[in-house]
């Protein structure tokens, strides 16, 4: 089975930066990758960004490009983050890591995922 725990998050001012991390235990080994999703309520969740677990490949949204950057970290392989600068308000909502052995690191759809973080609230807010 596998877990996906999320951190970091918060509320920030537009302009400033914040890093969300998600962890990934279990066997992820037939994984593509990781994509991050965020969500506003009454809204679907909207892909944000990937990235293929040798962390070669990376996708984004066209809203988040050239803002976000998404890594796999180095000194530990099953951990994904989500640098976010010049976060502007529309960026405000809960973000879900996901992965799974069907998604691409690309995947657009969110029903191609099967394992999903907690979810964690940004807000952009002045």
């Known amino acids: 089975q596998v877990q996906l725990v999320q951190s970091g998050g918060g509320l920030v001012q537009p302009g400033d930066s914040l890093r969300l991390s998600c962890a990934a235990s279990?066997?992820?080994?037939?994984?593509?990758?990781m994509s991050w999703f965020r969500q506003v309520l009454g809204k679907d969740r909207q892909f944000v960004a990937g990235v293929s677990w040798g962390g070669s490949y990376t996708s984004y949204a066209d809203s988040v490009q050239g803002r976000f950057t998404v890594s796999r970290r180095d000194n530990a392989r099953d951990t994904v983050d989500l640098q976010m600068n010049s976060l502007e308000g529309d960026d405000t909502a809960v973000y879900f890591c996901?992965?799974?052995?069907?998604?691409?690191?690309?995947?657009?759809?969110?029903?191609?995922?099967?394992?999903w973080g907690q979810g964690t609230q940004v807000t952009v807010s002045s």
């Open positions: 279990g066997d992820t080994s037939n994984h593509p990758g």
């Open positions: 996901a992965t799974g052995p069907r998604a691409m690191y690309y995947d657009r759809d969110s029903r191609a995922y099967d394992y």
